[in-house]
């Protein structure tokens, strides 16, 4: 038993021994080291910045080509992608038909006129003869009734061949004003179907349009900007794609009649000069409109903000080299910059690098 006793308090004294020595050899811990960030100061000045909106690159003449006769394609007289002039001769299409019933109509037109010729001449001598009572009356109104109705028949017959005319017209298609024209849909010899068959699409190239919409609590200022004949000097209304804008200006072409019930926006249409061809219909852009209504806004550097949650905040540089964690609601991008509409006040100092290691209340340094 004594020997149990011992075993027991020296495994005790093991254990107390080194508890005590750790004890004495432990240093008070410090406060954490500071966080090496960037600071800038929030300024307040007149922001120039661009709204941006969806657009799309839109003829300002476009028509799709159709023929106004059926019939077979016999010709083809322009190149696909052509620059095309106003009445340049696009397409034949076979025209015997139309040219046999054409001289048909004409053949038609001159018998009915010696028709009526006859008819003149018969009523002429019969009105003649009732004068002096040598004609029954029945007679005399036998010759007026014919020389009506071959009267008649002349007029129908001109009509036939000015319609039979304008059908070998047709078979000739122009260019209705000039432009660009497009990949022929159609070869020789196909068989076309008057008004149904496309056979190209023709557009203008310069000016061209470009349509975006805004929201109808913008319409006022930009009926003002439309009246506002410096616009394009200043460079008001530009367009990009992606990284690339524009070299050339644009101006308000008009404004639509009316705005869309359904979705609360209207319609706006830029011109823009087009005479190298770079802009082609149908591209999609983006519209910039240049806003200087900011006055003494207050602007900090993007990468200050952070975002959680969809708030957005910022950390203040405090007392004793202490941030505070800031809420701010921004407004629009300007440049490497942002406009901050409420949170943040001109003079105050903010974290701009280094806000991923920050916490509400860490201290930082500024390596000054």
Not at 43 to 56: E, F, H, K, R
Not at 199 to 221: G, H
């Amino acid at each position: 038993m004594k020997l149990n006793r011992y075993i027991f308090s020296f495994l005790a004294a093991a254990f107390i021994f080194p508890s005590c020595g750790n004890k004495q050899n432990q240093k008070p811990q410090g406060p954490p080291p500071a966080t090496p960030v960037t600071v800038a100061e929030v300024i307040s000045t007149n922001a120039v910045y661009y709204d941006n909106y969806p657009g799309t690159v839109t003829a300002l003449d476009q028509i799709n080509i159709t023929s106004q006769v059926s019939g077979y394609i016999t010709d083809i007289n322009f190149s696909d992608g052509q620059n095309v002039k106003k009445g340049q001769l696009l397409y034949k299409i076979d025209n015997q038909v139309y040219k046999a019933n054409y001289e048909q109509a004409i053949a038609n037109l001159q018998v009915q006129e010696a028709n009526l010729v006859k008819a003149q001449k018969d009523a002429a001598r019969y009105n003649e003869l009732e004068k002096h009572d040598a004609i029954a009356k029945q007679q005399v109104d036998y010759a007026n009734a014919t020389l009506a109705a071959t009267q008649k028949q002349v007029s129908a017959a001109k009509a036939n061949v000015s319609s039979l005319q304008a059908n070998v017209q047709f078979s000739n298609i122009y260019a209705p004003f000039s432009g660009t024209i497009g990949i022929s849909q159609v070869k020789k010899g196909t068989a076309v179907v008057a008004g149904q068959t496309v056979l190209n699409t023709i557009s203008t190239n310069s000016p061209i349009a470009v349509d975006f919409t805004v929201d109808q609590k913008n319409i006022y200022r930009f009926t003002e900007l439309e009246q506002n004949k410096d616009n394009v000097q200043d460079s008001t209304f530009t367009i990009a794609f992606g990284t690339e804008v524009y070299p050339y200006p644009g101006k308000i072409d008009f404004i639509d009649r009316a705005v869309d019930p359904q979705t609360g926006t209207i319609k706006v249409r830029l011109i823009f000069p087009n005479d190298k061809n770079m802009l082609k219909p149908g591209m999609n852009t983006t519209v910039r409109v240049k806003n200087t209504a900011t006055k003494n806004a207050t602007i900090i550097p993007h990468m200050a903000v952070t975002e959680q949650l969809g708030e957005f905040s910022v950390y203040i540089l405090g007392d004793s080299s202490k941030v505070h964690q800031q809420q701010v609601k921004l407004g629009a991008n300007v440049g490497d910059s942002v406009i901050v509409k409420e949170g943040l006040k001109p003079g105050q100092k903010i974290v701009v690098q280094g806000v991923q290691n920050l916490h509400e209340g860490s201290v930082i340094t500024t390596g000054k």
